[in-house]
């Protein structure tokens, strides 16, 4: 079939964080196949990890929801938020009413350590802690153990660094940024004093930026801690090391060179150690991590060395890796934790694709999403050019509409999304931040719905 402005070609895009809106925009920015592309998600809110996972004081990284607004509000894309794949909208309806399918709901799971104490009380992955303090439904209601005095963080990625430096900033250095209402009451009262970093390799293989690095020596009340045999470097290593492990060893030397300057917290970054027990306190808490002193073998890799020490901590969170979810209908690796594809086609399914890290894996930073969604669209509209796709019967929007009312689906459209969103930055303006996000789903369809009426 070919697919004109009368019948154009229906996409479902399923997960509107970046991954997802980038598809949108790719497909509506070539002009062979007239699209109409229906982007759906499971919460009220669109914009995924750029609202609930990027560092809510790294505010300039979130500008680009202005393009994404800008690709929701083309006449040839609806928001559908609120709508649940899988139950609200089945496979199997899907598929009855979408020429073309695109999955882009990320990797919301995480990796665990795997070793004895990790489901403590106080033991948690970091991807629960950034979705409580950026106020996403599924974590708002979390009970943070924000009375440890000492926190350990195992990874040594920007995620890490991200959840060490909330927790070693002030309420005052908070203040500017959109960290959840909830969240800044409950970092006020924090009790945390010290926060190890702990990566099982060296410094040079560590995954993190040279800019986050560097904002930890410019805390009002916390300062870095660095033990200098921890971060030595072969000649080898060093000549071989990219532009940014090389900056980074600068910074870490630098940290590492420092007199302690008295502040009422620290920042340990420890290198070559492996957590190997979270030791229970007597009561199911956290009361100590057991941590192995590690040597870098002739290929890079960490061999514990039989020598251990205890961190003071009641809290850690493991910052290890994301992984991607099953979603009932769709195909999926379970070892590597993606959707089955090449080059974003999925697996043994016609008019099936995929974007982002439930494609690739969790890599790369928001803009790797833009390619890695355009090279997917393009497998997507050769197939509709070359008549691999077939055009399902009832493609129209009021047959999707009309399910989902049957079935009692609140849609959240892009207006009601606008609503909440000037709701937030009203409420926000009125306390001195930019923004005071609505955490509870609840809450989100109750202030949509009093503006609808």
């Known amino acids: 079939m070919t697919f004109t402005s009368d019948r ?243 910074v870490l030397r630098d940290f590492a060179a420092r007199s302690s300057e008295g502040k009422e917290r620290r920042l340990h970054l420890r290198f070559l150690v492996s957590p190997v027990e979270i030791i229970d306190d007597g009561n199911g808490h956290v009361g100590g991590l057991k941590i192995e002193r590690n040597r870098l073998d002739g290929q890079g890799n960490a061999v514990g060395t039989g020598e251990y020490e205890v961190l003071p901590v009641q809290m850690v969170l493991r910052s290890v890796g994301y992984r991607g979810v099953q979603v009932p209908g769709v195909p999926f690796d379970e070892r590597r934790g993606v959707i089955p594809n090449t080059l974003g086609r999925v697996t043994d399914r016609t008019g099936e694709y995929t974007a982002g890290w439930i494609k690739r894996g969790p890599s790369g930073v928001i803009g790797t999403n833009k390619a890695d969604a355009v090279e997917s669209v393009k497998q997507l509209l050769a197939d509709a050019q070359d008549g691999t796709l077939t055009a399902v019967p009832d493609a129209s929007q009021a047959s999707v509409d009309a399910l989902l009312a049957a079935r009692g689906v609140d849609v959240v459209t892009l207006s009601d999304w606008k609503t909440l969103d000037a709701h937030e930055l009203q409420t926000g303006q009125q306390t001195g931040r930019p923004r005071a996000k609505v955490a509870h789903k609840a809450h989100m369809l109750e202030v949509i719905r009093g503006q609808r009426r």
Request: aromatic residues 6%; without cysteine; charged residues 25%.
């Open 8 to 250: 154009p070609l229906r996409v479902l895009v399923v997960g509107s964080g970046p991954s997802g809106i980038f598809a949108a925009d790719a497909l509506i920015k070539q002009a062979d196949v007239p699209v109409s592309i229906d982007v759906l998600d499971r919460l009220p809110t669109p914009y995924g990890l750029v609202r609930y996972g990027v560092a809510p004081d790294h505010l300039k990284i979130k500008s680009v929801t202005a393009g994404f607004e800008k690709t929701l509000s083309d006449p040839r894309v609806r928001f559908l938020g609120n709508v649940d794949f899988g139950t609200d909208l089945t496979y199997d309806e899907a598929r009855a009413h979408y020429d073309a399918l695109i999955y882009t709901f990320g990797a919301s799971s995480d990796r665990r350590l795997g070793i004895p104490g990790e489901d403590l009380t106080g033991s948690m992955s970091a991807t629960e802690f950034v979705a409580w303090y950026n106020g996403h439904p599924d974590a708002a209601a979390r009970d943070m153990l924000l009375h440890a005095q000492g926190v350990a963080v195992v990874g040594v990625g920007n995620v890490a660094l991200d959840v060490s430096r909330i927790l070693s900033k002030t309420v005052t250095e908070l203040r500017d940024s959109d960290i959840a209402p909830h969240a800044l009451d409950a970092l006020e009262h924090s009790h945390v004093r010290d926060v190890w970093v702990l990566g099982r390799r060296g410094a040079a293989q560590a995954k993190f930026t040279t800019k986050e690095l560097r904002e930890f020596g410019e805390l009002h009340v916390s300062e870095p801690v660095v033990h200098p045999h921890e971060i030595e470097v072969s000649e080898a290593d060093e000549q071989a090391a990219d532009s940014t492990v090389k900056k980074n060893l600068d």
